[in-house]
């Protein structure tokens, strides 16, 4: 395939940052291109598995205290959120309509069918507060807060909001090889929320690397990115 026809698919105006990295290097950009797609094919992996450890871990605290169907029961009337906003409860009502319609409720699908913005709203204020300011416990690990950092409920609201952000742009296939605004072959932001997934693992008391096994190849995809960038500008 030519370049020319490579870029009728993909996109001259998606393609225009790698060519830039690459100095104009047709060759390279495809590689850089190809390479960065594995990148966040992995990425992928690795987001995928914490979002479905900490909505298990999310699941279990609350259920221990709630009963095992509280998210579906959460949004009627007397439920921990029904006097939330509708824009805040709308992913959780509209999930159990449509399972309902479909003979597929019950509280494990309620579970697996919430986004990931869900899980992160559980540590928002007043849903931290509904589900009996219990959540922290579902990481044990994590450190002592001190004067000058608290790890409270904001911090990790914080933490997975930067989560939720990489899983939308690996969603919309935004390249993670530049920062936002670069168009220098640039890993810092990608590793820099890979470690902050692994940390959150980590804190979690969760081995991630026994749970990847030999799916996780991101530190290797990193070095043949970091090998292509130094030979961009030899």
Not at 16 to 37: P, S, V
Not at 190 to 197: L, V
């Amino acid at each position: 395939m030519t370049y020319k026809q490579f870029e009728n698919i993909v996109s001259a105006r998606r393609m225009e940052r790698y060519l830039i990295a690459c100095h104009g290097d047709t060759k390279q950009a495809r590689r850089l291109y190809r390479i960065n797609m594995r990148l966040a094919c992995e990425m992928f992996i690795v987001v995928s598995g914490f979002e479905i450890a900490l909505r298990n871990a999310i699941h279990n605290k609350v259920s221990t205290r709630l009963g095992d169907n509280w998210l579906g029961q959460s949004v009627k009337k007397g439920g921990i959120f029904y006097s939330l906003p509708p824009k805040a409860k709308r992913n959780i009502v509209s999930t159990a309509k449509k399972l309902k319609i479909n003979n597929k409720y019950d509280a494990d699908q309620m579970v697996a069918s919430m986004e990931f913005g869900t899980w992160k709203y559980m540590f928002s204020k007043i849903q931290y507060e509904a589900t009996g300011q219990c959540l922290l416990k579902i990481f044990p690990n994590k450190p002592k807060s001190s004067k000058t950092q608290q790890y409270d409920r904001k911090y990790f609201f914080n933490e997975l909001d930067h989560v939720n952000s990489l899983r939308n742009r690996l969603a919309h296939h935004e390249p993670i090889c530049f920062t936002h605004y670069n168009d220098e072959v640039d890993l810092s932001y990608a590793k820099s929320e890979y470690d902050r997934i692994t940390k959150l693992f980590v804190w979690m008391g969760i081995d991630h690397k026994s749970l990847y096994k030999d799916t996780n190849k991101v530190q290797t995809i990193f070095t043949q990115i970091d090998k292509l960038f130094q030979y961009n500008h030899e």
